[in-house]
């Protein structure tokens, strides 16, 4: 009996490995025409990661979100959510999936002609049978969470652009998801509310233990943020490894990013040289 365990663990030990993520990206190419955004793009997020996704503008960093969620199909591979290669989805079986992803948009995407509240309760009204108590305690829940109770009342546009992310935040929380996608979620704020909104993220994410995906080309905001990392550059991986690894990377193109420096192989190959200050 005794012999026979490590065997046994030894036969399911990788399975369970392979098993374990909540998204798997495997092989992903993606063309828009001509051009090949994404160049087998193979990445896994394990539970209760926050994973870092950064590069340049136009890397192709929002498009991985829209392919997880399937807005987007790839070229060629496969995208895994939770074991399941989501391309053999029926369209039943996408929008399921859909309820338990929330996605927190870059301009947070409230309907503008509807309360805060509103906006909040809308995705619990259309895709639960909640009943309208109910829905109104989930919505204070969260209002609360992002530190915004009180001002459900508010329209969208008297929102500050800080307040907008949280209402953003809270809307991708009241369906309880398992997975969040933030697409650039402090862009656009001052240093002092960015590092309050990262706090909520750290704080919000380790307590419901939601597993996290998040897109940015702000680096102070990657480091606060990032469980671990990987940087997008010309549709691949071209570095992945927790913060301090990736600091400690040669890698010339990451070692330029992570500097915001002008000098370097970035621009030297890639179209953005037309946006230098010579021309
Ligand atoms: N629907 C589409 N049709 C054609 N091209 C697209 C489409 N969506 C994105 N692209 C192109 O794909 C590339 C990657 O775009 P994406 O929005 O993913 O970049 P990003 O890394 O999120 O950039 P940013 O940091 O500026 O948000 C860009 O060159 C963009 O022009
Ligand atoms: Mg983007």
């Known amino acids: 009996m005794n012999q026979a365990e490590p065997a046994l663990e030894k036969m399911a030990a990788p399975e369970r490995a392979a098993g374990s993520h909540v998204v798997e990206l495997r092989n992903l190419s ?5 051009k090949k955004v994404l160049d ?11 994973l870092m996704i950064i590069g340049l503008s136009g890397a192709g960093k929002t498009t991985i979100l829209r392919l997880i969620v399937g807005i987007l199909s790839p070229t060629e591979g496969s995208v895994f959510f939770k074991q ?9 079986g996408l929008e399921q999936m859909r309820t338990r992803i929330g996605m927190v948009y870059q301009d947070a995407a409230l309907l503008s002609s509807i309360t805060v509240r509103e906006n909040l309760a809308l995705p ?8 309208p108590g109910e829905i109104d305690k989930i919505v204070d829940e969260k209002l ?12 969208p546009f ?35 509310v960015s590092s309050v909104i990262d706090q909520l993220i750290i704080g919000l994410t380790e307590r419901s233990k939601v597993t996290s995906i998040i897109v940015t080309h702000l680096m102070d905001s990657a480091f606060r943020l990032a469980t ?15 913060p301090a690894r990736m600091k400690q990377s040669k890698n010339p193109v990451l070692v330029q990013f992570l500097s915001g420096s002008a000098e370097g192989p970035i621009f030297k190959r890639s179209k953005y040289h037309m946006l230098s200050p010579a021309d």
Do not use: N, Y
């Not at 087998?40 to 926050?50: C, G, H, N």
């Not at 619990?124 to 009943?131: A, P, V």
């Not at 969470?145 to 459900?152: I, Q, Y």
């Open 84 to 92: 399941q290669d989501i391309s053999r989805l029926t369209r039943h």
């Open 158 to 192: 008297e929102l500050s652009g800080g307040m907008r992310k949280r209402v953003g935040l809270a809307r991708a929380l009241v369906m309880e998801p398992e997975l969040i996608l933030f697409d650039e979620p402090t862009a656009g704020l001052d240093p002092v």
């Open 40 to 50: 087998a793009v193979s990445l896994s997020v394990d539970p209760q990661e926050r």
């Open 124 to 131: 619990l009204q259309e895709l639960t049978e909640k009943t």
């Open 228 to 242: 671990r990392m990987a940087m997008l550059h010309e549709g691949k991986i071209i570095e992945e490894g927790t």
């Open 144 to 155: 609360e969470l992002v530190e915004m109770a009180g001002d459900g009342g508010l329209m």
């Open 30 to 34: 993606l063309r828009f025409g001509d």
